[in-house]
C-alpha cells in the first residue's frame, strides 16, 4: 500500500480518479488506495504474495485499481514498476516476508524507515538544494506509522517521527495564514501550475510544512506525528475559504 501511496491529484479541469467500494461508498484520494487494496482481498487476488506482485501485470494493475468513473489513476506506469521492484526486493531480501524486515529493525520506527529506505529504491525521497542534501523520507516514515496502528504493533519510538510532506498540508496551513507563499509562488499555486519536481519551489513547500509542524507540535505539547494527523484528517473535510 504505501509503495503506491502517492499523488492522486488532478490537473485542473480534469476528473480525480475515484473508486466504489463497497458498493454505494464513492472514494476518492488516500481513501480509494486503500479501498482497492480491500477490494483485491475480497476478490482473493493475492496482493500479500509478492510473487504475485513480482509478476503482475499491467493489465492487473488497472484492474487493481480500476476507477467507478473513467478515470486512470494517475502515474499507473510507476505504481505498476514501483509494485514489481519492491516485491522482487523483499523476496531477494528478506524471504518474501516483511516481518523479517521488521525483527532485523527491531520493531523501531526509525530502524524500519532507514531499513525501507536502504532496500527499496522507490522510498527513497532525496533531493539536492543549493548544494545540500535535502531528505523527507515520506512514504518510508508513513510505512512504519502504519504498522504501529495495527492492534498487535510492536513498533516504537513512533513520536521520533518528522511530519509527513504531504500536498494537502501546506494547502490547510496556507489557508490558514499559517505558510505564506511570496507573490509568484501563490499564483503559480492558484493557477495551477505544475511545480517542477525537485525544484526549490516545491522542496521549500515540503521542508516549511515540516518546520511548521514541529514549531505546532510544541505549542501544544504533542508529538510531532499527532500534530502532523490531525491537521490531515482535518483536511479531508476542510473546504477552503473564499
Known amino acids: 500500500l504505501d509503495t503506491v501511496n502517492f499523488c492522486f491529484w488532478a490537473k485542473k479541469g480534469e476528473r480525480k480518479w475515484k473508486v466504489e ?25 493475492p496482493i500479500s504474495d509478492c510473487r504475485f506482485l513480482e509478476n503482475i501485470t499491467v493489465d492487473q494493475t488497472k484492474k487493481l485499481f480500476r476507477s467507478c468513473n ?12 514501483f509494485l514489481k521492484q519492491s516485491a522482487r526486493i523483499l523476496r531477494q531480501k528478506f524471504g518474501g516476508d516483511f516481518n523479517n524486515l ?9 530502524e524500519i524507515a532507514k531499513t525501507i529506505i536502504k ?11 543549493l548544494g545540500k ?12 506509522y502504519d504498522l504501529s ?27 490558514f495564514g499559517i505558510l505564506i507563499y511570496k ?9 495551477y501550475t505544475l511545480l517542477k519536481k525537485d525544484s526549490r519551489e516545491e ?21 510531532t506525528i499527532v500534530a502532523e494527523n490531525a491537521i490531515w484528517s482535518f483536511s479531508q473535510t476542510h473546504k477552503k475559504k473564499k
Open 119 to 129: 532496500y527499496f529504491p522507490s522510498f527513497r525521497d532525496e533531493y539536492s538544494l
Open 70 to 81: 473513467g478515470t486512470e489513476i494517475p502515474l499507473l506506469q510507476e505504481r505498476f514498476k
Open 102 to 110: 521488521l525483527k532485523q529493525s527491531n520493531y523501531d520506527a526509525i
Open 183 to 191: 507573490k509568484n509562488l501563490a499564483e503559480k499555486i492558484d493557477n
Open 21 to 45: 467500494y463497497p458498493k454505494g461508498n464513492i472514494l476518492d484520494g488516500w481513501k480509494a488506495l486503500v479501498a482497492c487494496f480491500d477490494r483485491a482481498l475480497e476478490d482473493k487476488i
Open 133 to 144: 542534501e535535502t531528505k523527507f523520507y515520506k512514504r518510508a516514515q508513513i510505512c512504519a
Open 203 to 223: 522542496i521549500e513547500i515540503r521542508s516549511a510544512t515540516i518546520i511548521v509542524c514541529d514549531l505546532i507540535s510544541e505549542e501544544i505539547g504533542v508529538s
Open 149 to 175: 496502528l495495527l492492534s498487535n504493533s510492536k513498533i516504537k519510538n513512533i513520536d521520533q517521527l518528522t511530519a509527513f510532506a504531504d500536498y494537502k498540508l501546506p494547502q490547510v496551513l496556507r489557508d
